[in-house]
């Protein structure tokens, strides 16, 4: 046992309980700064599991990779309740506080941008607004050069003997997923025979989890906002729950969904 350790010093709470900069007397600024500060930490957590479920599905050692997502799928239940939390927040306390932001938005959330690239929700745009940090769009451009969840996952049903096309198992990272019948066709012949590909099936529905988990939490940004600036432009410049609702219409795993209407 390390002797000195205490509660405080191994969690470094110093330093997190004196990150809260409010930059205004409005009482509910602490809320706001608390909520996106934790948000973030989860955020962290979603990142270190699929970087290492990816790793596992590359290696067909998918049992461990199971738990991990399952992790991803509960941190995101956290991330979806930050939103009730925020809600509580009404008009008036917001604007008192969004003077104090400037330009800052949480569209500038590297994290963020970083698990949509991982989960295969990519635009090599999106890196642009964070130029300014050269050490995070080198990040983010590492990850577009890199295998998506999905695109592993691809992988090893091809692997596995699946019939999926050399268009799809070498198409441009860099690019968003093209919808394949090919890889429906895949995920139907599991999903009608699920005892003969019963760890491909759970696969598939842990990455279902995980879409829907993050649906919901777009959804929650999309009625959070809603109810607090109503259809006002974004901080950050977008136009606010417009395009919210455009990046509700955006899916991961599109077979996955396609494949029960198809079976």
Known sequence: MTKGVTYSSYLDLDRILAAQHPASDAHDEMLFIIVHQASELWLKLCVHELQEARAHIASDTLRPAFKMLARVARAQGQL?????????????????????????????????????????????????????????????????????????????????GFDIPANVLERDLQQPWTESSAVEAAWAEIYRHPNKHWDLYELAEKLVDLEYHFQRWRFGHLKTV??????????????????????????????????RTAI
């Open 80 to 160: 979806i309740s930050s939103w009730d939390v925020l809600s509580t927040m009404t008009p008036h306390d917001y604007s008192l506080v969004r003077p104090h932001l400037g330009t800052s938005s949480g569209f500038q959330s590297a994290q963020y941008r970083l698990m949509e690239f991982m989960l295969g929700g990519r635009n090599a745009d999106m890196v642009t607004m964070h130029e300014a940090t050269p050490q995070v769009a080198a990040m983010l451009r590492e990850e577009l050069d890199r295998a998506s969840l999905y695109d592993e996952t691809a992988r090893l049903l091809a692997r596995r």
């Open 226 to 259: 809603e109810r607090i600036i109503g259809f006002k432009k974004g901080t950050g410049g977008t136009a606010g729950v417009p395009y919210l609702e455009g990046v509700l219409k955006q899916t991961f795993f599109p077979e996955l969904l396609s494949v």
